[in-house]
């Protein structure tokens, strides 16, 4: 199998998609620092939303996705799940598209947003 190189274009394009369907942990935590009006989703089992989250989300656990309940559509929605291998937070973010809500990814999940020690509520 060879490997693909890439044409720079292609790797524009590639990139230039990649930031528009995520954000990384500090990048929201600018966000909220900045005030911007934001849902962010927590798509992790309630049990764990309460345990700790990020500052101002709202637990939308699977099953409960096609609601969208709690999302205001007029703000940028940002969806996180548990780390960087979890695709939770992906497959909500098609659930929330089929439902006219567009949504990025949180790149690390919530693994990443406390290991750097950001603002964490419970």
Request: glycine letters at 18%; a negative charge; aromatic letters at 12%.
């Given at each position: 199998m060879t490997l693909h190189a890439p044409t720079a274009r292609e790797a524009a394009e590639y990139f230039a998609g990649k930031l528009a369907f995520t954000t990384g942990p500090f990048e929201l935590d600018g966000m909220l620092k900045r005030n911007e009006p934001l849902n962010i989703v927590d798509v992790r089992l309630p049990s764990d939303f309460r345990t700790g989250h990020i500052p101002g989300a709202i637990n939308l656990?699977?099953?409960?996705?096609?609601t969208v309940s709690g999302i205001d559509p007029s703000k940028r929605t940002v969806v996180y799940c548990y780390n960087q291998t979890c695709h939770l937070a992906a497959e909500a973010a098609i659930e929330f598209a089929s439902r006219g809500i567009a949504?990025?990814?949180?790149?690390?999940?919530?693994?990443?947003w406390t290991k750097y020690g950001l603002a964490v509520e419970a």
């Open positions: 656990p699977k099953g409960k996705w096609h949504a990025v990814e949180m790149e690390g999940g919530f693994d990443t």
